[in-house]
């Protein structure tokens, strides 16, 4: 792979890792997270956004969308990722990443990040709505694939409580407070996120967090998820705002097998990719 240099060398590691443990869990393991867009999202249904055929007859409005996309992207994404989306030393292909995972990471305000090197980290969006929408189709241009925007419904609280525990509290806490994983990384807090936001990341698996396809947490899943989330960030203000505190005992057993589950996430998705280019 030649778009991810020496700075992916901790991927290659993990994709290692995750091989090993795919291996002993047999080839079901490899093969579920790999069909990761629904149905549904944006199918490979061309190009988004036509090469610009310097059409000066098209009104500014007509011409808003791509044009702004296009720019925007050139001048705060094409450094890491590529003109084309193809990836760089400094960044990752994004080409078939979907329209959930540009909306996230630059929604969450992740992208564009200052320095490559750290963990992507939560802060206030650098870009309106409207050009987060420009460059989610610029971006979905590059290729087609991958989860589109999840469409969140009022989901039910017990659900998502249990489902809570069982899928995303051995990283998060089980008060969505965040937690150390390994080297250095973490998993954020969960107070700030949208119910979008918060299928987004379930859809897309962003970093070292594992990708949930549709196979594994049904759409109704993923609402009845986003909307237990938005209640632990009440629970949190109502006692006044304190931090929680971390997860309490987490026996080593978990978090190893959490984290190898990351790993074979991580790994799957990468040789899917491979398996796609
Ligand atoms: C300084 C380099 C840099 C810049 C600038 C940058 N990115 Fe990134 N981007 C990265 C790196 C590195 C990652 C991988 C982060 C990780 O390890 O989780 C990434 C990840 C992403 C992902 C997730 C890809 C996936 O596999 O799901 C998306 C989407 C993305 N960037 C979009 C953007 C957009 C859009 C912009 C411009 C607004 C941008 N990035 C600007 C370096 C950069
Ligand atoms: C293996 C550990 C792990 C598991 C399991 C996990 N996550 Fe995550 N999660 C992470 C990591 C790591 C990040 C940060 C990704 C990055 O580097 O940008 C994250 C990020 C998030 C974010 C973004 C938060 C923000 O404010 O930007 C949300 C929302 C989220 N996770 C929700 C969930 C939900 C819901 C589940 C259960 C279905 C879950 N996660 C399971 C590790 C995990």
Known sequence: MPTRGDRWSHVTRAVTVGMVVALAAGPAALAAPAPNAPPGSNAPSGPAAPPETAAPS?????????????ELYRQNCASCH??????SQRGPSLVGVGAASVDFQVGTGRMPIPDEMQQPRRGRPVFSADEIAALVEH??????????????????????????????????????AGAALTNGW??????????VQVAEAIRVGPGLMPV??????T??????????????RSERLDRGGNPLGRLGPLAEGVAAWVVALGLLVAAARWLGRRAGE
Not at 212 to 217: A, I, Y
Not at 219 to 232: G, H, K
């Open 82 to 87: 590529g003109d084309q989306g193809r990836g």
């Open 212 to 217: 949930f396809p549709s196979q594994v947490l």
């Open 186 to 195: 973490n998993a954020p807090p969960l107070y700030e996120a949208t119910p």
């Open 219 to 232: 759409d109704q899943q993923v609402s009845d998820l986003a909307t237990y989330v938005q209640r632990l």
């Open 139 to 176: 971006v979905t241009s590059f290729g087609g694939g991958g989860p589109g925007i999840p469409r969140v419904t009022e989901g039910s609280l017990g659900t998502g409580r249990e489902l809570f525990a069982a899928n995303c509290a051995p990283c998060h806490g089980g008060t969505g």
């Open 58 to 70: 098209a009104g500014p409005s007509a011409l808003a969308g791509a044009t702004q996309g296009r």
